[in-house]
């Protein structure tokens, strides 16, 4: 059975740092590109992130781009997310997803990130 | 980036209606697209990959069609389960992006 455990949400302080990580488990992780996609609260999906299976590309959304960095692990079958310089607007649930809208889609539960003083 | 334009916003329905939901690409994503369904306090589920595939174990009352920039989701029987909100995705380039979700809500 697939799984993917979202872990490392919390409250931070505007201008701060986090690192979600997601565990996988029940599929080849280093087969799969992976996504993060996050969504503030009372509002719609947006994309955030993705990494190719070997973590020699990634892809940013604007919003995010040169504050978050994604990165894997194969050997932990891991997948991460770097946030730095937060921001009120980054507060959200943060899901992991396995080959976003692909006949294998598989989406975690997601871990909330809070960014306030 | 490519910014997807979902209409309507919300719409309200009765159990059995026909609901159609569009999206609308800013360039053509060819049939790159899929379609979510979202219930509170849950993550997204894909119904639609492909813009007209039904992913395994979704009802046959979902559909999706279009191609090009314009695509559309329809619910053929509207049932008590379907009140959610949906949201349409290209996966054409990256950075992917999302429309911006129908509510469906009971009339």
């Known amino acids: 059975e697939v799984q993917l455990v979202e872990s490392g949400g919390g409250l931070v302080q505007p201008g701060g740092s986090l690192r979600l990580s997601c565990s996988a488990s029940g599929f080849t992780f280093s087969s799969d590109p992976m996504h993060w996609v996050r969504q503030a609260p009372g509002k719609g999906l947006e994309y955030v992130s993705a990494?190719?299976?070997?973590?020699?590309?990634?892809y940013y959304a604007d919003s995010v781009k040169g504050r978050f960095t994604i990165s894997r692990d194969n050997s932990k079958n891991t997948l991460y997310l770097q946030m730095s310089s937060l921001r009120g607007e980054d507060t959200a649930v943060y899901y992991c997803v396995k080959r976003l809208a692909a006949v294998d889609d598989y989406w975690g539960q997601g871990t909330m990130v809070t960014v306030s003083s | 980036a490519i910014q997807m334009t979902q209409s309507p916003s919300s719409l309200s329905a009765s159990v059995g209606d026909r609901v159609t939901i569009t999206c609308r690409a800013s360039?053509?994503?060819?049939?790159?697209l899929g379609w979510f369904q979202q219930k509170p306090g849950k993550a997204p589920k894909l119904l639609i990959y492909g813009a007209s595939s039904l992913q395994s174990g979704v009802p046959s009352r979902f559909s999706g069609s279009g191609s090009g920039t314009d695509f559309t989701l329809t619910i053929s029987s509207l049932q008590p389960e379907d009140f959610a909100t949906y949201y349409c995705l290209q996966d054409y380039n990256y950075p992917l992006t999302f429309g911006g979700g129908t509510k469906v809500e009971i009339k």
């Open positions: 990494i190719s299976s070997n973590g020699g590309s990634t």
């Open positions: 360039q053509g994503i060819r049939t790159d």
